[in-house]
């Protein structure tokens, strides 16, 4: 029995789960900094009054709008090291050829890198300035936004690689190794 088809459409389901996962993080990175502010809640002044006045209870949702993604960041990482394995798995049992190959492999990588330098890097910094002012920036500040433009350069690069290794899956690009 030939299990190529299922392995090709197991492939192409991963990739898109994959790009999903990435997809769905940033999204929920953007709207946990852009909803935790105190103008951004309802009944935020009942519920906040004990902190104190404005600047404080924004320190206060930062804090928590921090803590809330190194959390999810972490949980995303240990996922799409899974998702990212068995896409490449899958491929590689397809036969799939050595483009498709080659760019989840990048992008495999780049997960790696992620999870295990970028994360606990940020998380770390993070930490460090949870409760410094943002203006001006101190040294501090900066470097956590170096390693933040790392992630999103890195994370985006990503994205279109498994861009193009959707497109390349679902129009049957890059099958198998006579073709490499």
């Not at 101190?138 to 959707?166: C, N, Q, T, Y």
Request: charged share 25%; aromatic share 8%.
């Amino acid at each position: 029995m030939n299990d190529r088809p299922r392995l090709d459409k197991l492939t192409s389901f991963l990739i898109g789960a994959w790009l999903a996962l990435s997809v769905a993080m940033t999204a929920a990175a953007i709207v946990n900094f852009s909803r935790l502010k105190p103008d951004r809640l309802r009944d935020e002044g009942k519920v906040f009054a004990a902190l104190g006045d404005v600047e404080t209870r924004k320190v206060a949702l930062r804090y928590t709008a921090s803590e809330l993604n190194r959390e999810l960041f972490d949980l995303y990482g240990k996922s799409q090291i899974v998702v990212g394995l068995l896409a490449l798995l899958a491929a590689l049992f397809a036969r799939r050829g050595r483009f498709l190959l080659a760019i989840l492999g990048i992008a495999f990588l780049s997960t790696l890198v992620f999870e295990f330098w970028l994360v606990p890097a940020i998380t770390e910094q993070g930490r460090i300035i949870d409760f410094l002012p943002r203006e001006p920036k101190g040294p501090e500040v900066l470097e956590f936004d170096r390693l933040h433009l790392i992630s999103e350069r890195l994370d985006g690069g990503k994205m279109i690689l498994l861009l193009v290794a959707a497109v390349t899956a679902l129009i049957g690009g890059g099958r198998g190794a006579a073709r490499d």
